[in-house]
């Protein structure tokens, strides 16, 4: 079983900052390759936004909406992906999440696993 996870997730002030962590996990013998991995978040009752997306080679998108704030990040080796946040707002409350592209061995094609989420919450 290959899965994915997210973690770092809490409480914070206002001005703080907070990484959080997105790991493929479980039966990761099972994995070929990771190609693009993304970040999203959804607040309590509001539809999903894209935050930001990296290629294998380290190309990087970020939303105009956390542009210069947030900062996503790589490693290939351990199969994880980061997401710093800093100077974090009220308004950046919600429940963050991740995907990547998995190609299993002896498998064509690939297969988008989402993660469960993890609530960022930011007081004032």
């Known amino acids: 079983q290959v899965y994915v996870v997210e973690s770092g997730g809490g409480l914070v002030q206002a001005g703080g900052s907070l990484r959080l962590s997105c790991a493929a996990s479980?039966?990761?013998?099972?994995?070929?390759?990771?190609?693009?991995m993304r970040w999203y978040r959804q607040p309590l009752g509001k539809q999903r936004e894209f935050l930001a997306s990296?290629?294998?080679?380290?190309?990087?998108n970020v939303s105009h909406s956390v542009l210069g704030r947030f900062t996503i990040s790589r490693d290939n080796a351990k199969k994880r992906m980061y997401l710093e946040m800093n100077n974090l707002k009220p308004e950046d409350t919600a429940v963050y999440y991740c995907?990547?592209?998995?190609?299993?061995?002896?498998?064509?094609?690939?297969?988008?696993?989402w993660g469960q989420g993890t609530q960022v919450t930011v007081s004032s």
């Open positions: 995907n990547m592209d998995i190609r299993r061995i002896h498998s064509f094609g690939e297969f988008i696993y």
């Open positions: 990296i290629t294998s080679g380290g190309t990087t």
């Open positions: 479980g039966n990761i013998g099972f994995i070929e390759s990771i190609n693009d």
